[in-house]
């Protein structure tokens, strides 16, 4: 079961402010919390935009040409996950690999972000389980 379970867009958003602020103010932090401040102070340009009382409630359509913080914060901490686990079997080689080519491992999630959102997005749309193989295919061509 997902630690996010149940909750709303803009609970979870909620979550990603409270992190971060407790984190500035020098709080101590819940596990999840900790990895989502961790993720945020990767990260100076969305610290702001997490912040602001109306971004909890604000729409990132793809038209708008704005890139969704919250999207691109909750696809490194799906990474994480994936890398920690190893699931699908294979992804933490090809984050060690990755990281050890670019010099670093957060640019080499950056990377990996695209392949698993294109794979989220497939599996969205047609109403399936996410392809774990067609996701590892992407990740090893890069």
């Known amino acids: 079961m997902s630690l996010f379970a149940g909750q709303g867009r803009a609970q979870l958003r909620a979550r990603y402010r409270d992190a971060w602020r407790r984190w500035r103010e020098g709080q101590a932090l819940s596990p999840l919390e900790a990895q989502i401040a ?14 602001a009382e109306e971004a909890v409630e604000r729409e990132y359509a793809p038209e708008s040409g704005s890139a969704n913080p919250f ?15 190893d699931r699908p079997a294979g992804i933490a080689q090809i984050h060690r690999r990755l990281s050890a ?9 950056h990377r990996m972000i695209e392949p698993l959102a294109e794979t989220l997005w497939e599996a969205q749309r047609a109403g399936l389980p996410a392809d774990e193989q067609a996701y590892l295919r992407r990740l090893q061509r890069l």
Do not use: D
Not at 71 to 85: K, N, P, V, Y
Not at 101 to 109: I, Q, T, Y
């Open 38 to 51: 961790g993720v945020l102070a990767e990260h100076p340009e969305y610290q702001a935009t997490v912040l």
């Open 101 to 109: 080519s670019l010099g670093s491992a957060h640019v080499a999630e």
């Open 71 to 85: 999207l691109h914060l909750g696809l490194h901490l799906a990474l994480r996950e994936q890398i920690a686990t």
